[in-house]
């Protein structure tokens, strides 16, 4: 028999509004609220006193690589790897982003088929972490990606699989859903190894238009949704006129493609948080100091854009792209929405409901998840402090109070490693440290 929880005299923020009422959960649901639950709780309910405290729906991570293991580099990433190893691994981060508030998350593309295999593992109750959708691998051409000659021409290699004629894109497609995939996605752009005076700095578009539709209608007419990675105007203009369900970065946007976006409401998920991490704590890790002003430039040209984006209706989540050094898991997935506050000038209510009830599309949960009202699924987290006021109290893991899962308030007593030393599994480097959330506030 499951058990029944009355939270009290907790700050209740749900749906961009806040105010103080109680929360009744029964079974895997939000049973009642406000005066409702205090009347419906039975006398041998769990009382949780939420005094001085701010009560919110879970966090949906929309943008997060759970099979990574937070890599120093790609060759770490693509050629240091084991199946099975990166799976028991990925299920203990799993577990270090639930206690951290995230109850949901998209991880858009894997390595192997650990996505697949995680996501098997926590819904059958063999491990415990967040409710999860996943990719496979992410379908690129060979001029597509960011890691240049590492990848290769054809065949597949770390979270990548390339895909070259019309035929192989459908083949892959088809294989992929076979194997039991959430999502599919495209990295629409990538770094072209030479560059010519022809190519603008950053990256290019590296698919046709007629082969992004050719990827969703394969994908959409077996219900399965498809994710692209555009880090350019032309890439983002192009997957929102093919048909994606969701956009990552959509960096640089100009007006024909804030106009594609806003006309098919494609939801977009900018990820600035691994972006922004460099920018501020970049010193901390030995980063590259010029890559500070271009990331800064990428997020100041795209935010009016999207902003835009907002304001027209389109629906913005929120994504951490948590997975490397960089982002490591557990630390930054709150971090977004205090961006959005900054840069986009939203409120910080409007971000919650960006990082909350906008990410339950994902799992096709729309007016079930992501809100604290009767009958919604009963995701939860209980933060010390006024969250309103500061966004940022969910970085301290010790303001974190309470979690709940479906109703199942998270064991957090069992404490997890931080980190394993394992023979092989690190080498090369994006920084010189994993840039926590401890180290990032270190003086």
């Known amino acids: 028999m499951s058990e029944t929880y009355l939270i009290q005299n907790a700050k209740v923020i749900s749906g961009g509004q806040q105010a103080q009422f109680s929360v009744l959960i029964?079974?895997?649901?939000?049973?009642?609220?406000?005066?409702?639950?205090?009347?419906s709780a039975s006398a041998d309910v769990t009382r949780l006193d939420g005094t001085g405290c701010t009560l919110m729906p879970g966090m949906v991570d929309a943008h997060c690589h759970i099979s990574f293991d937070q890599p120093n580099s790609n060759d770490e990433l693509f050629f240091h790897r084991r199946p099975g190893l990166a799976t028991m691994i990925a299920s203990v981060n799993a577990q270090k982003l639930l206690r951290a508030g995230?109850?949901?998350?998209?991880?858009?593309?894997?390595?192997?088929?650990?996505?697949?295999?995680?996501?098997?593992?926590?819904e059958g109750g063999v491990v415990e972490g967040p409710r999860m959708a996943t990719g496979g691998n992410v379908l690129i051409t060979c001029v597509g990606g960011t890691a240049g000659h590492l990848l290769p021409a054809e065949g597949k290699l770390g979270y990548a699989v390339i895909v070259q004629t019309a035929d192989e894109i459908v083949r892959e497609i088809r294989k992929q859903i076979k194997g039991?995939?959430?999502?599919?996605?495209?990295?629409?752009?990538?770094?072209?190894?030479?560059?010519?005076?022809?190519?603008?700095?950053?990256?290019?578009q590296s698919w046709t238009l007629d082969e992004l539709r050719l990827v969703c209608d394969t994908a959409h007419a077996l219900g399965i949704p498809v994710v692209g990675h555009c880090r350019n105007?032309?890439?983002?203009?192009?997957?929102?006129?093919?048909?994606?369900?969701?956009?990552?970065?959509?960096?640089?946007?100009?007006?024909?493609?804030?106009?594609?976006v806003v006309d098919n409401k494609t939801p977009l998920a900018p990820s600035f948080t691994f972006l922004r991490n460099l920018i501020d704590y970049g010193d901390k890790i030995?980063?590259?100091?010029?890559?500070?002003?271009?990331?800064?430039?990428?997020i100041e040209a795209t935010s009016a854009m999207i902003r835009r984006a907002y304001d027209a209706g389109v629906p913005l989540m929120c994504g951490s792209e948590t997975g490397f050094s960089i982002t490591p898991y557990g630390d930054w997935h709150y971090r977004e929405m205090g961006i959005y506050v900054e840069h986009l000038g939203l409120t910080?209510?409007?971000?919650?409901?960006?990082?909350?009830?906008?990410?339950?599309?994902?799992?096709?949960?729309?007016?079930?998840?992501?809100?604290?009202e009767s009958g919604y699924i009963a995701d939860l987290v209980l933060v010390a402090g006024d969250l309103e006021k500061d966004l940022n109290l969910l970085g301290d893991k010790s303001n974190i109070r309470a979690v709940f899962k479906g109703g199942k308030k998270v064991d957090t007593s069992r404490p997890l490693p931080k980190n394993w030393s394992i023979p092989g599994w690190r080498t090369g480097r994006f920084s010189s440290e994993v840039l926590t959330y401890e180290l990032a506030h270190s003086y």
Request: hydrophobic share 40%; charged share 25%.
């Open 26 to 39: 029964e079974g895997d649901r939000i049973a009642a609220v406000g005066d409702d639950a205090e009347i």
């Open 348 to 372: 910080p209510l409007e971000a919650i409901a960006c990082g909350t009830e906008a990410g339950a599309s994902i799992f096709g949960l729309e007016g079930q998840l992501g809100r604290i």
């Open 286 to 298: 030995n980063s590259d100091p010029g890559l500070r002003s271009i990331f800064m430039n990428e």
């Open 102 to 122: 995230v109850t949901s998350f998209l991880d858009p593309d894997c390595i192997f088929d650990v996505g697949i295999d995680l996501r098997d593992a926590i």
């Open 233 to 260: 105007s032309s890439s983002t203009r192009d997957a929102a006129l093919a048909g994606f369900d969701l956009i990552f970065h959509s960096s640089y946007m100009e007006e024909d493609a804030l106009e594609a």
């Open 180 to 204: 039991g995939c959430d999502w599919i996605k495209v990295h629409v752009t990538g770094l072209p190894v030479r560059r010519t005076k022809r190519h603008n700095p950053g990256e290019i």
